[in-house]
């Protein structure tokens, strides 16, 4: 099993940029797919990014997509969140998760092992 732990998250202005990031443990990190998603209260957990097993392979929700970049550096078992171009909407808590094997990469339910989450909180 692996083990996820997010870090990076803070108060920050529209406008502005975070990096958050996802140390990973407990086996080969490179054999999961890690997505990133976030939860704001009183709303569903909701996807915004995945990279593959392969790092070349990466797909953004629409709301994110140009603003947001996910990395992974397999020799450091971590997994990265580049957040630029904040906007007030991007608040929420976000989680690191990582699937065995992915059927949507969008859906919550495709990832076994999750982080306990970081807060990203953006002021207008």
């Known amino acids: 099993q692996v083990q996820l732990v997010e870090s990076g998250g803070g108060l920050v202005q529209a406008g502005e940029s975070l990096r958050l990031s996802c140390a990973a443990s407990g086996r080969t990190f490179s054999s999961y797919a890690m997505g990133w998603f976030r939860q704001a209260p009183g709303k569903e957990r909701e996807f915004v990014a995945v990279?593959?097993?392969?790092?070349?392979?990466?797909y953004y929700a629409d709301s994110v997509k140009g603003r947001f970049t996910i990395s992974r550096d397999n020799a450091k078992n971590t997994a990265y969140l580049q957040m630029n171009s904040l906007k007030p909407e991007d608040t929420a808590v976000y989680y690191c998760?990582?699937?065995?094997?992915?059927?949507?990469?969008?859906?919550?339910?495709?990832?076994?092992?999750w982080g306990q989450g970081t807060q990203v909180t953006i002021s207008s």
């Open positions: 998760a990582a699937a065995d094997f992915i059927v949507d990469y969008a859906s919550p339910n495709n990832y076994r092992y």
């Open positions: 990279i593959s097993w392969t790092v070349s392979n990466t």
